[in-house]
Nanobody, 123 residues
C-alpha cells in the first residue's frame, strides 16, 4: 500500500510561520489528490487544503490567504506553508493522499493517511 510520513510541526507564537512536509512511499501507480486535514481537541477532523493533479486547490475558509499548499510530484511530496498563525490553528495536522497503487495487473485505489504532526500556536 502507500505510506505517508509528515514532518515540520511544532510550537510557534501567534503570527509566526511553519511549513509542514509529507512524503508518500510505496508502489504508487498514480497520485491524484494530496492534501492536509487537521483535528483540534474535541472537534472533528476538517479539510485544511487539497491540491489535485491539475493544480487545482481547495482551502478551508479559515486559512485562505494565510496557508499555501504545494506539491513536488516527482518525489510524491506535499507541503503546507502556514503564515500568520493563530491560536485557533492549534491542532494535529494529517497528510492525506488519494491515487492508485500497483497490485498485480490492475492498479488499486488507495486513500492513505499519515500519523499526524502536532502544531501548537501559543504565546
Amino acid at each position: 500500500q502507500v505510506h505517508l510520513v509528515e514532518s515540520g510541526g511544532g510550537l510557534v507564537q501567534p503570527g509566526g510561520s511553519l511549513t509542514l512536509s509529507c512524503v508518500a512511499s510505496g508502489s504508487i501507480f498514480s497520485m491524484n489528490g494530496m492534501g492536509w486535514y487537521r483535528q483540534a481537541p474535541g472537534k472533528q477532523r476538517e479539510l485544511v487544503a487539497m491540491r489535485n493533479n491539475g493544480g487545482g486547490t481547495n482551502y478551508a475558509d479559515s486559512v485562505k490567504g494565510r496557508f499555501t499548499i504545494s506539491r513536488y510530484d516527482a518525489k510524491n511530496m506535499v507541503y503546507l506553508q502556514m503564515n500568520s498563525l493563530k491560536i485557533e490553528d492549534t491542532a494535529v495536522y494529517y497528510c492525506n493522499a488519494l491515487g492508485y497503487y500497483n497490485d498485480g495487473d490492475i492498479p488499486k485505489m488507495f486513500d492513505s493517511w499519515g500519523q499526524g504532526t502536532q502544531v501548537t500556536v501559543s504565546s
